[in-house]
């Protein structure tokens, strides 16, 4: 941690906890024709070392927008990313790009919904898992090599040998994603950041990928941000989670007590609108209304239009995060429940 | 005993697969290979099953919308697989299908209104464009959408609209059976229970048959009353769905309910995990085709294609394990 430090330039005032991730009132804002829209609006959460946090939310919420950010992957001249990002203390936001290449993908890699878009058609999955370990360590070419079938081993992709020869079109989408993993772990990384790594893969492949990534948590100890809108794979695999909705986080609490006791109304109608296989309802109890568009709703509470107890103070304020015993929540019904 | 609306028996559909240089055909893709069963009038079959088994394909194949190889699809006692171009036509007022990606099956450049107009007067539903337009605004009404939607375009809708309209489409000229190929895959969860929802208040007053096309077991759970669960293009189980449930009998069918994910911390079940991909279609293993990824499998597997058991009424398993005949363990 410490030669990190030493070693940066852009360090500013660093963060003293044992966060690995510290994101501080991020905002990030969209031109659109000749105004801004926001996507993310004053987000804050810390990642500890080793821990699995799962970002959830719909489409629109924001989830993979601040994922990007962290990444330094929002194009200048298209957004604006406000706020501060810090990596073991290291500020992230605003470092040149030359520097943020030598974070991406040693420091903190990525894993995409779509392998297929995400891996080079026309390079073999040999030379595109070798060229992360080569950009990032100066080691010799049958080091490499070497490397990269250990890491294909360790992703379970039966004769790598034969694989790192092989292109992307010639393997299955849950190989593809597997790859996809070797590649993000391949310089050891201490943040990953997965972003619907399972949704485009079917169940029983899903399983296999969720299994996998369990494995290699406790192998590594890294730790996971896990961007999705499946509760099933939040429940199955995260230690904590933060939900979104329309570019705020809305609450936030450990994974046992967001399930058992959802404070926000969003949460809970979340939970109770998908179908469980364990549990048998006649009928789902939806939220009403639809996702509304960004920049539609600019004063009061986002989610009040949709939502079965909101009040008047709902439509003329937006509620702050309030500290409840086990979880945060961004919701009006709690503010006289605040702890400390 | 309910009357059977739909009665598919031994189904198949074929695709050729060209090559070589003259483009002849080399061999054959079975999308559908062999799908039976009977679906009595205000039921749900859900098929479900993983991408590439034929669960789409058979829904096509049934409306004809894809011509099946061989095999019988009666609808009420009446063959469609040999219909003429003008019975059909009457037929595809009785069949619909909703499509699942409603941005692709709505005309971008054409209003609402007139879209779902379209249905009507192709099949000279109503006496006048005036008569069609109120048909229209109660259509709008019974799938939850506003009457000022009649006058906008498709881009203006949320996806979670874009299937309401989707579904007043099928609905318009008052079908029997709606075919829904992954309707609510594409939505967002709290938008894919308003939908399911829909479709069961549809259910309810329109008496309206379904087959529910979809690969989460736990959305065909929730609305069907009949399941098949779909394989590399074989029906491998066949139940009411309080028994596959109490009782998942083919391997296959206990990996995947084991491989969904429970939206509860608490809940740790014990996991089959499969090992490797979906064999491709065009060459699919030989015997039963789940043999490579089977923990249960037999030498018996790998030779001789396994033939439907009946292992308590109604309730249909294709696997060795059951057939008295290769299996003496049991």
């Not at chain 1, 810390?46 to 194009?75: D, F, H, R």
Request: aromatic residues 4%.
């Amino acid at each position: 941690m410490a030669s990190l430090q030493e070693k940066t330039i852009g360090k500013q005032d660093s963060d003293v906890s044992e966060n690995l991730l510290s994101v501080k009132g991020l905002n990030v804002k969209f031109k659109s024709d000749n105004t801004k829209v926001t996507a993310v609006n004053n987000v804050s959460f810390q990642l500890k070392e080793g821990e699995t946090v799962a970002l959830v939310g719909e489409s629109g919420s924001g989830k993979s927008v601040t994922s990007l950010s962290i990444m330094g992957l929002i194009p200048k001249h298209a957004g604006f990313v406000d706020g501060s990002i810090q990596l073991l203390g290291q500020q992230l936001n605003g470092l040149p790009a030359k520097q943020m290449r030598t974070i991406r993908g040693r420091e903190i890699s990525m894993i995409f919904q779509e392998p297929m878009t995400s891996l080079n058609p026309v390079h073999k999955i040999g030379d595109q898992i070798g060229k992360v370990i080569r950009l990032h360590e100066n080691i010799k070419k049958e080091e490499i090599t070497k490397r990269t079938i250990e890491m294909l081993v360790k992703v379970g992709i039966p004769r790598p040998d034969k694989i790192i020869k092989e292109y992307p079109h010639q393997l299955s989408g849950g190989m593809r994603q597997r790859v996809m993993i070797a590649m993000a772990m391949a310089c050891n990384p201490k943040l990953l950041i997965a972003d619907e790594p399972t949704t485009a893969l079917d169940v029983t492949i899903q399983a296999q990928i969720l299994d996998l990534m369990n494995d290699l948590k406790k192998q590594y100890s890294t730790t996971i941000l896990l961007i999705t809108h499946d509760l099933g794979v939040v429940a199955e695999i995260a230690d904590r989670v933060m939900v979104m909705y329309y570019g705020q986080i809305v609450e936030e609490a450990d994974v046992y007590t967001l399930f058992k006791s959802p404070k926000h109304p969003y949460t809970a109608g979340l939970i109770n609108s998908i179908p469980n296989l364990e549990e048998m309802k006649s009928r789902l109890d939806p939220i009403t209304g639809n996702v509304p568009n960004m920049g539609e709703i600019t004063v009061g509470c986002p989610f009040r239009t949709r939502c079965n107890h909101a009040k008047d103070i709902c439509s003329v304020k937006n509620p702050p995060l309030f500290k409840l015993e086990n979880q945060t929540v961004r919701c009006w019904l709690h503010e006289n429940k605040e702890v400390g | 005993m309910k009357n059977a609306l739909l009665e598919v028996a031994d189904l198949k559909t074929y695709f050729p697969v060209k090559g070589g240089l003259l483009k002849n055909t080399k061999e054959y893709l079975k999308a559908v290979d062999g799908i039976s069963f009977t679906l009595e009038e205000g039921d749900t079959l859900g098929l479900v099953g993983e991408s590439g088994c034929g669960k789409s394909t058979t829904g096509r194949s049934i409306l004809r919308l894809i011509e099946p190889t061989e095999g019988s699809v009666k609808y009420r006692g009446a063959e469609v697989t040999s219909m003429g171009k003008k019975e059909l036509r009457k037929l595809r007022k009785e069949m619909q299908i909703v499509f699942q990606d409603p941005y692709a099956s709505l005309n971008p450049r054409k209003q609402v209104g007139s879209i779902i107009e379209e249905a009507l007067s192709t099949h000279g539903i109503g006496r006048d464009s005036n008569e069609r337009k109120g048909m229209v605004l109660d259509l709008l009404e019974k799938v939850g959408l506003n009457a000022t939607a009649y006058e906008r375009y498709p881009h203006e809708f949320s996806g979670g609209q874009r299937q309401r309209i989707g579904i007043a489409r099928a609905i318009a000229v008052n079908p029997s059976l709606i075919i829904a190929d992954e309707p609510v895959s594409a939505l967002d969860v709290s938008i894919q229970a308003q939908i399911l929802n829909l479709f069961q208040d549809l259910q309810d007053s329109m008496g309206l048959t379904y087959i529910f096309i979809a690969h989460d077991l736990s959305v065909v759970k929730h609305i069907s009353d009949k399941i098949g669960v779909m394989y590399l293009g074989r029906m491998v189980e066949l139940a009411s769905k309080d028994d596959l449930f109490a009782r998942p009998s083919h391997p296959y069918t206990q990996a995947l309910m084991s491989a969904v994910p429970v939206p509860d911390p608490t809940i740790k079940k014990e996991r089959i995990i499969l090992t490797g991909d979906v064999p491709n279609p065009s060459n699919p293993p030989t015997g039963c085709t789940f043999h490579p990824r089977c923990r249960s499998c037999m030498e018996i597997c790998a030779e001789i294609a396994p033939k439907p058991v009946e292992i308590s009424p109604g309730h249909v398993v294709s696997c060795h394990l059951y057939d008295p005949e290769y299996n003496c363990a049991t």
